[in-house]
C-alpha cells in the first residue's frame, strides 16, 4: 500500500507527502530526520489515504500541492 499523508507542523503550516510505510516515515519526521518538519516539531497527523498503485499515490499528492488540490485538502481534509 502506497499513503499520500498530510501533517499540521507547530507553526501551523501543512506538510503533505507520500510513503509506502506510513509508520516509518511518521517516526523519521517525529525525530527530526526531515529537513521541512525538523523545526517545526512537534507535528500531528491530520490525514492520510492509502492507494494499492504507487503512481496513484504520486499523482495524488502532486494534486495536493497545487492550487484546486490545496482548496479540496482545506475543504476535505484537513
Known sequence: MWHVYILKCNDGSYYTGCTGDIEERLKRHKSGSVSYTSPRLPIELVSYISFTSKYKAYDF????????????????LI
Do not use: V
Open 61 to 76: 499528492e502532486k494534486y495536493l500541492k497545487s492550487g484546486s488540490g490545496k482548496a479540496f485538502a482545506n475543504k476535505r
